[in-house]
């Protein structure tokens, strides 16, 4: 038997994983700046033209053939995997300018699948040629397949930036990519502008480029402001709304005419959704919805209105509640060549995606001179060859019919006439009779032109403005050839219909009091906490500021939270109303604390502690289990449902007994009721992308509970405890140092238990020295000028 050799499993596990997630990145999920492709699209395309000869004026075959081609002799993984990309690349709702022309059931937009492989049938659309024709040209390195058997180009001499043009989606391990659709000639001229100033800024780019176009159209409703940001750091996300138009006005049948959608949205569903909304009478001004979809229309969803009906209003209401109205979420992320010409995932800009593309487009176009001055030069060398023999034709006859053989011929004719090999062969193998003097002018004519366009191919090569100048003529010619106008529209000031609940809220500061109780309140100035009002037995356990307009979070301690507008807080100078009359809260369960979603309080997006996680701000969560967690704030700041969100998972008898947005706190301290108390940095807490358990923040014993805590940052930097005993313990910043989470902590008490924590002093704004975002006062700190947040 072979000797084994023990290795670390974590280690062993580790490599392996790594080299799976580089694989799934290079080799799967995500698109080739260069051609735009991923590689099973890429290896498609190869195989119906090399194996196949599906062009697009030749017949179609069945797509189970093609499948299986690509399958077998490029693409090892599953056939539905294979077919789902070919399908994709012929839906004209899915692709700007499909690459496959498919017969047969490709599905449809209403959300319709595909038939089977062994039913429909596929060829290449023109568009794919020029992705492809310049193959043959030695434009593209090609590497061997999987098997060793045959070859693959490592990526498609494409004419036009697919990438950018057709768009891309895919999620592979730690990263995704999802880029829209863009018009082919905007994307050409834009390219051209940039050949012409390669200093164009984004905002110069976009004079060219509008934004995305989408296959089906629809309307963006973002502004140009916003795409530029987008474009010009490679991430972000814009409003998409389907367009629609009014038949039948004054009539007593009016209909609303839906005539595009969101792109990706599922029609079917859409549909389905609206005539939901009908049925349970949450619109009724509207009697009913139907498809009445066809080739000669085209898209069209009709709604029926009553005679009075406002249609904006019922708009207005379809794209606030269904996917009418959807958020397209950019990720410009893809495969670009590095210094080495290695392939590295990368989120990229507008203006990198076309540079890169017009690298390789000059050094595509570069390549192809090159190798047609090589046939040019070969040609014109044999030529050379026919013009000195047929300068002593009589004599080199004699040659040859004095030879033992051909090869005796052809080194008896090197010798005399210094020919070489090639001239040599090919004279040997030319019929005698197309060197006579009647045929010597056709060789002389095409020697001139051969050497004439050859001296054309050189000074192009020799020249960068020259080949920049071929590669903008030949994008222009594709642009007539291939360019369409465009089909999104980019909406205006008069698209944006006037429905608008915040139009109805006057703007204005305000305070959420919130008690131990539930109990909440909206007050506009707040001298102090005592002066407020609450019930008997009850207290303030927070004052949430911000603007009307802007929204508050309650979390709850069994891992719900609760979203509402402030401006619905009922303003009382009493007690207020209980939480438990907006929100739908189990028995027994209590408010642990409430949040603002002020962009002045709490900032919109903070930077992430690492590329592999969600942005900031983040929600730090406590359980009486010892628990800990913190998990992005964003996904709270809109408006909840009466049943709320999850912001953590609990294990039975679990609760929360902590929630705070972190702002420049860095450690924090937990306490349990046995006595024991930890100090941790807040950093060794993982950080998710959505409610879960977390990790062990203090260790309990049996029975124990963790009872709350402290978090130590500029404004606090101690935790104040209570004992059974009456005796309150304060635990310091610098008295306390900073351990490992997940201990027992430090024992502070051994005959008694500790039974509450005294929170720190609520901090109230001072709406009168308010300034800009991040310099907002407060009336605590020194001198009652200390900032309230960073």
Request: hydrophobic content about 40%; charged content about 30%; overall charge neutral.
């Amino acid at each position: 038997m072979p000797e084994s050799i023990p290795i670390s499993i974590a280690k062993e596990t580790q490599e392996r994983y790594l080299r799976y997630a580089l694989s799934v990145i290079t080799s799967r999920a995500l698109p080739d700046v260069r051609d735009g492709l991923k590689p099973v699209q890429r290896r498609i395309l190869y195989a119906m033209q090399h194996e196949l000869r599906l062009d697009f004026e030749n017949k179609a075959k069945k797509c189970a053939s093609i499948v299986g081609d690509v399958m077998g002799k490029y693409h090892p993984h599953g056939d539905s995997a294979i077919y789902e990309a070919l399908v994709r690349m012929a839906q004209n709702w899915m692709m700007l300018v499909p690459l496959v022309h498919g017969q047969g059931n490709f599905g449809s937009i209403m959300g319709d699948s595909p038939g089977a492989f062994r039913y429909t049938e596929a060829k290449l659309a023109k568009a794919a040629s020029y992705l492809m024709r310049e193959l043959r040209q030695e434009t593209v390195p090609l590497r061997y397949t999987f098997d060793n058997e045959h070859m693959e180009p490592v990526v498609l001499p494409a004419e036009f930036p697919n990438l950018l043009v057709n768009g891309s989606s895919g999620i592979a391990v730690g990263m995704a990519t999802n880029i829209p659709p863009h018009n082919l000639g905007e994307v050409i001229r834009a390219a051209i502008l940039l050949i012409d100033q390669p200093d164009a800024s984004t905002a110069v780019i976009m004079d060219k480029i509008k934004g995305p176009d989408f296959p089906k159209g629809g309307k963006i409703i973002s502004d140009r402001t916003t795409l530029r940001k987008i474009y010009e750091c490679g991430n972000g996300s814009i409003k998409v709304q389907g367009e629609w138009k009014l038949e039948g006005a004054g009539t007593k049948k009016p209909q609303i005419v839906i005539t595009s959608i969101p792109y990706a949205v599922n029609a079917g569903k859409l549909e389905g959704d609206i005539g939901a909304i009908i049925e349970a009478r949450k619109l009724p001004q509207a009697l009913g919805v139907t498809d009445e979809s066809n080739e000669k229309d085209g898209f069209r969803i009709t709604i029926d209105l009553k005679p009075d009906a406002d249609p904006a209003m019922v708009m207005a209401y379809l794209y606030k509640n269904t996917q009418l109205q959807d958020t397209f979420s950019f990720n410009l992320t893809c495969l670009v060549p590095n210094e080495s010409g290695s392939l590295i995932p990368r989120q990229i800009t507008l203006k990198e995606m076309l540079q890169h593309f017009l690298d390789f487009r000059f050094d595509t176009v570069k390549k192809r001179f090159e190798y047609e001055l090589r046939i040019l030069k070969r040609r014109i060398h044999i030529l050379e060859g026919f013009r000195i023999i047929f300068n002593a034709l009589d004599e080199a006859i004699k040659i040859i019919r004095n030879s033992t053989g051909k090869k005796d011929a052809a080194e008896k004719l090197i010798a005399r006439f210094e020919l070489d090999a090639d001239q040599t062969e090919a004279i040997l193998e030319s019929q005698l009779y197309k060197i006579a003097t009647m045929e010597i002018q056709k060789i002389l004519d095409e020697l001139r032109e051969k050497k004439k366009e050859a001296k054309r191919i050189q000074e192009i090569l020799d020249s960068k403005t020259k080949l920049w100048g071929v590669i903008k003529d030949e994008m222009r010619i594709l642009e007539e050839t291939m360019g369409e106008r465009r089909r999104t529209r980019m909406a205006s000031d008069e698209d944006v219909l006037e429905f608008d609940e915040e139009a109805y809220i006057v703007r204005e500061n305000t305070n959420l009091v919130l008690t131990r109780d539930g109990w909440i309140k909206r007050v506009g100035r707040l001298a102090s906490i005592e002066t407020t009002r609450v019930r008997e037995g009850d207290e303030v356990i927070a004052v949430v500021p911000g603007s009307t307009l802007d929204h508050a979070v309650f979390f709850a301690d069994d891992g719900t939270a609760y979203t509402m507008r402030m401006n619905e807080i009922p303003a009382s100078s009493g007690y207020g109303e209980p939480i438990t009359k907006f929100f739908k809260l189990d028995d027994q369960v209590k408010i642990v604390g409430a949040e603002t979603t002020d962009p002045r309080f709490v900032p919109e997006e903070t930077k992430p502690e690492s590329k592999q996680d969600p942005a900031g701000p983040y929600l730090l969560s406590v359980t009486s289990a010892g628990y800990t967690l913190r998990t992005p704030f964003a996904p709270f700041r809109q408006a909840s449902t009466k049943a709320g969100r999850r912001y953590v998972r609990l294990e039975e008898k679990d609760k929360v007994v902590m929630a705070r947005v972190l702002r420049d706190e860095e450690s924090i301290f937990l306490a349990s009721a046995n006595g024991h108390v930890i100090h941790f940095e807040i950093n060794q807490i993982n950080i998710l992308s959505g409610a879960g358990k977390g990790v062990m923040g203090i260790k309990l014993a049996d029975g124990d509970t963790c009872i709350g805590g402290a978090l130590v940052g500029n404004r606090h930097d101690a935790l104040t405890v209570e004992t059974s005993g009456g005796i309150t313990k304060e635990f310091r910043r610098g008295a306390n140092p900073i351990v490992s989470r997940g201990g027992k902590g430090v024992e502070v008490v051994k005959r008694a238990t500790l039974v509450k924590i005294n929170p720190p002093p609520i901090d109230l704004v001072d709406w009168e020295v308010i300034g800009e975002p991040g310099d907002v006062k407060s009336k605590s700190g020194k001198n009652g000028q200390g900032k309230l947040f960073d």
